[in-house]
């Protein structure tokens, strides 16, 4: 049985933390469903860490659904949210409507996210009307990253403190189930989160949060063109991936792979005929 809205909404009335990471394929979703994180989220950020495009921009929604797809195959429990990609919940309800349904039915997620406050709360209304379960994304966020003049800190001003808290108090009112807060003073991320009922999920923005998201990339070391200040790295995947790739590359040319221990026998006699 997966995790529900309501298990999530209940974490944080016991003060429980809230963990959530981001997966885009069947594998590395199978290992965090199989530890018990109760929130996987297939983000944009495929784009970056996964695609190489240079921003979260051009990620298209038939890249998201794909990897979305292979995401739910790969777990039983978490609640696996799709990350709804640039424009594609902005033209009209209808259109929102549309592309948000694509990712419950089509790639089989349990929730969507989406990116904005106020200026989107209505579709959220919408959406959630339609029984589809919302998370909110507010500070940073970077589909916008044009308009923010780059990945800075957001919320640091009174006046964008103050709209902050009226973005997360509308995407509450419009019915999201829980807010990512994206590269805000941890203060402010402490003072919405006390303010609001539903779940704040932090990423760098401090430990005043209901819970944490993290790229996995981010934390695996495996994303090297750039390393946000917020992440910490528990290992550092691409030294060991690059290790593993020389030595196969060295012994490949050596000769000293592979051994009999990768190859297959067969029938002498087979052999010996087909030698004649
Ligand atoms: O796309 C993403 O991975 C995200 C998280 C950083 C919250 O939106």
């Known amino acids: 049985m997966r995790i529900t809205i309501r298990q999530i909404r209940e974490m944080k009335h016991k003060g429980e933390k809230i963990t959530m990471l981001t997966s885009y394929d069947y594998a590395t979703a199978k290992i965090i469903d199989g530890v018990g994180i109760p929130l996987i989220l297939v983000g944009d950020s495929l784009g970056m860490v996964v695609l ?17 797809k292979a995401v739910v195959r790969g777990t039983k429990n978490a609640l696996v949210i799709g990350d709804m990609p640039f424009m594609t919940y902005h033209i009209s309800v209808e259109e929102t409507l549309r592309n948000t349904s694509r990712f419950i039915q089509e790639a089989g997620a349990q929730a969507i996210k989406l990116e904005g406050g106020i200026t989107i709360a209505e579709k959220v209304r919408r959406i959630v009307q339609c ?3 919302v998370m909110g994304h507010i500070g940073l966020t970077p589909q916008s990253v044009h308009q923010l003049s780059g990945y800075r800190v957001q919320g640091r001003s009174p006046d964008a403190a103050a709209k902050l808290l009226r ?12 807010v990512v807060l994206e590269t805000v ?8 989160t006390h303010k609001l009922s539903i779940p704040t999920i932090g990423i760098g ?12 990339n981010d934390i695996l070391g495996s994303f090297a063109d750039f390393i946000p200040k917020h992440t910490k790295q528990y290992v550092k995947l691409t030294d060991i991936i690059r290790k593993a790739v020389i030595d196969y590359f060295n012994e490949v040319k050596n000769g000293a792979f592979p051994t009999e221990k990768q190859s297959s026998t067969m029938d002498e006699d087979i052999l010996a005929k087909l030698k004649k």
């Open 167 to 178: 973005d997360a108090q509308a995407l509450e009112d419009a019915g999201a189930f829980a």
């Open 52 to 68: 190489g495009y240079e921003s979260t921009i051009p990620v298209t929604i038939e890249e998201m659904l794909h990897h979305t």
């Open 205 to 216: 923005a401090g430990i005043g949060c209901d819970g944490q998201v993290q790229v996995i």
């Open 131 to 133: 029984g589809i379960p």
């Open 185 to 192: 003073p941890a203060p402010l991320a402490a003072l919405i």
